[in-house]
């Protein structure tokens, strides 16, 4: 008998299950283009026979998938994963007066002080961190609040360089009490 081509309108509800496919094995030749296909359940190498862009080498779970990069996905948990030269995402604005750092806009914060101003960090939340840099466009004092808690080493908050032309650097580390500023370094 030979192989028909699996629709959506053949598999009702858009899954694709062994049952549905006599030899219980899933190839390209047998799947052409199923909008909106859900798989359910364990899926083993056997079951996937040489599919595009799919390397999975055992029923442990590990090789490689092929994702589309939408959906973003916001909140997974990595249990010890390896990063290898990965980015983060800068947000650049000008602080004014006062400036509420979001961390939903980025990790690294690439401030302009054009104002003596305050900054105002996120509260704290356990395992967050973040880099400030602050660029200077004149003599300008900048005042840190919020985070909850702010600790600085020895207790002592870091007066920046407000010199024109200089940027100071500041990492921050939380743990959901308080936020631990520290200066990375002043005067670039």
């Given at each position: 008998?030979?192989?028909?081509?699996?629709?959506?309108?053949?598999?009702a509800d858009g899954?694709?299950?062994?049952?549905?496919?006599?030899?219980?094995?899933?190839?390209?030749?047998?799947?052409?283009?199923?909008?909106?296909?859900?798989?359910?359940?364990?899926?083993?190498?056997?079951?996937?026979?040489?599919?595009?862009?799919?390397?999975?080498t055992g029923t442990?779970?590990?090789?490689?998938?092929?994702?589309?990069?939408?959906?973003?996905?916001?909140?997974?948990?990595?249990?010890?994963?390896?990063v290898t030269n990965?980015?983060?995402?800068?947000?650049?604005?000008?602080?004014?007066?006062?400036?509420?750092?979001?961390?939903?806009?980025?990790?690294?914060?690439?401030?302009?002080?054009?104002?003596?101003?305050?900054?105002?960090?996120?509260?704290?939340?356990?395992?967050?961190?973040?880099?400030?840099?602050?660029?200077?466009?004149?003599?300008?004092?900048?005042?840190?609040?919020?985070?909850?808690?702010?600790?600085?080493?020895?207790?002592?908050?870091?007066?920046?360089?407000?010199?024109?032309?200089?940027?100071?650097?500041?990492?921050?580390?939380?743990?959901?009490?308080?936020?631990?500023?520290?200066?990375?370094?002043?005067?670039?």
């Amino acid at each position: 008998m030979p192989i028909q081509k699996i629709t959506a309108k053949i598999i009702a509800d858009g899954a694709i299950v062994a049952a549905d496919i006599a030899d219980g094995s899933i190839t390209n030749a047998k799947i052409d283009t199923v909008a909106n296909t859900k798989v359910t359940g364990l899926i083993t190498s056997a079951q996937i026979a040489n599919v595009a862009n799919t390397q999975i080498t055992g029923t442990s779970g590990t090789g490689q998938v092929a994702l589309n990069t939408s959906p973003v996905i916001t909140t997974p948990t990595l249990t010890t994963p390896v990063v290898t030269n990965y980015t983060e995402t800068t947000h650049s604005a000008n602080t004014g007066t006062a400036i509420t750092i979001s961390l939903a806009n980025g990790t690294l914060q690439n401030l302009t002080c054009n104002a003596s101003t305050t900054i105002t960090l996120p509260a704290s939340s356990a395992g967050k961190s973040f880099i400030i840099i602050i660029g200077y466009t004149g003599s300008y004092t900048v005042t840190w609040s919020g985070g909850s808690t702010i600790k600085w080493p020895g207790g002592t908050t870091p007066t920046g360089t407000s010199t024109s032309g200089k940027y100071d650097i500041y990492s921050f580390f939380q743990d959901g009490v308080n936020t631990y500023g520290q200066t990375f370094g002043l005067n670039y």
